[in-house]
């Protein structure tokens, strides 16, 4: 069974720190994404990464994938307040003879934003 | 595009009602998937339809779940009889199957439908 994990699971930052979140999956994957989530609302897509190296940025967020070491990173660069929210990654893992779509998600990373 | 639509928004039901959950997904989009969101398991996919027919049905939780895809723009999620371990937040998303067109790999997920089961 694919099991995805995120690390850490609670993150107080102050505003203009960095810091990174962490995604491992146990499992071999070249597609992952990253969903974006804010109290009593639905996800939104932030990154979809698809290949060993993969990086991708937006704004003051950075992702990036290694395959080999089945680890994705979020990278958040000088923290403002509205990026508070949960964060989670997702992993598709296509079984022999299926479409893809299938995604198991970590247990998200809830991050507060302080001044 | 109105995005994902998902209705209704919240439901409060008894313990042994049938409940009924819509979603009507991007317009264009074949994949179609139902999602489970609560605070002990986290989020959980539950089946996905792809052209209107069930891929995967192997995270419906038991027999009183039940989903249908009757055509593109529709599909239903069913409890029937509902329980209180049932309550939850209840995703629609949709995506595109076919490799190349932009954004083609991202599911789109509705706003949720909260679901409390007295």
């Known amino acids: 069974e694919l099991k995805v994990e995120q690390n850490p699971l609670f993150l107080s930052m102050q505003e203009g720190k960095n810091y990174t979140i962490y995604c491992n999956y146990s499992t071999t994957s070249d597609r992952l994404y990253w969903y974006r989530q804010d109290p009593g609302k639905s996800l939104e897509s932030l990154f979809v990464l698809l290949s060993n190296g993969a990086v991708k940025q937006e704004g003051r967020l950075m992702a990036s994938l290694d395959t080999k070491a089945r680890l994705s990173t979020l990278h958040i660069t000088a923290a403002v307040h509205d990026l508070s929210a949960t964060y989670f990654c997702?992993?598709?893992?296509?079984?022999?003879?299926?479409?893809?779509?299938?995604?198991?998600f970590g247990q998200g990373t809830i991050l507060t934003v302080h001044p | 595009d109105a995005g994902v639509i998902q209705s209704p928004r919240h439901e409060v039901t008894e313990m042994g009602q049938e409940v009924t959950l819509r979603c009507k997904p991007i317009s264009g989009h074949d994949y179609l998937f139902w999602y489970r969101q609560t605070m002990m398991r986290g989020l959980e996919l539950l089946i996905y339809f792809n052209n209107n027919v069930p891929i995967d049905d192997s995270g419906m939780p038991e027999d009183r779940f039940s989903a249908k895809m009757p055509n593109a723009s529709f599909s239903t999620l069913k409890i029937q009889p509902s329980e209180p371990r049932d309550s939850a937040v209840y995703f629609c998303?949709?995506?595109?199957?076919?490799?190349?067109?932009?954004?083609?790999?991202?599911?789109?997920f509705g706003p949720g439908t909260r679901l409390l089961v007295l």
């Open positions: 997702a992993v598709d893992v296509r079984a022999r003879g299926t479409s893809y779509g299938k995604l198991t």
């Open positions: 998303a949709s995506s595109w199957g076919l490799a190349g067109i932009r954004g083609w790999e991202t599911q789109y």
